[in-house]
């Protein structure tokens, strides 16, 4: 597990772009109160956001996840993720640069009602 928390950190050491955008649109409990964090370690995975009241994991797509091999982990990760209880919502760079405001308001109607 220590593996796992020292590659969270050196992750928020040196987090993309897109990831600081939406990380500033969510830290603060700014979205509808909801706590979430950076980088954190669930099973043998560091996923991008979550919030572990709500159940929600957020991923940031960038390039990388393109190809027929990365496409394949992303599913393994995803179906790990989902049998952890997490439901995993999948969003790319371009659309935090574009569209932030459409991102939050999924990201805020896929979150369960408090």
Request: hydrophobic share 40%.
């Amino acid at each position: 597990m220590e593996r796992f928390r020292a590659r969270a950190k050196a992750l928020r050491a040196r987090q993309t772009s897109a990831e600081a955008r939406l990380w500033q649109a969510l830290r603060n409990r700014a979205l509808a109160n909801w706590k979430f964090r950076r980088q954190h370690p669930i099973d043998r995975y560091v996923v991008d956001f979550v919030t572990l009241d709500g159940k929600l994991v957020i991923e940031v797509d960038g390039a990388t996840h393109a190809s027929e091999r990365e496409r394949a982990y992303d599913r393994d990760r995803t179906a790990t993720l989902e049998a952890c209880g997490f439901h995993v919502l999948r969003v790319t760079n371009s659309d935090i640069y574009d569209h932030l405001d459409s991102v939050l308001e999924l990201i805020r109607t896929t979150l369960p009602e408090a």
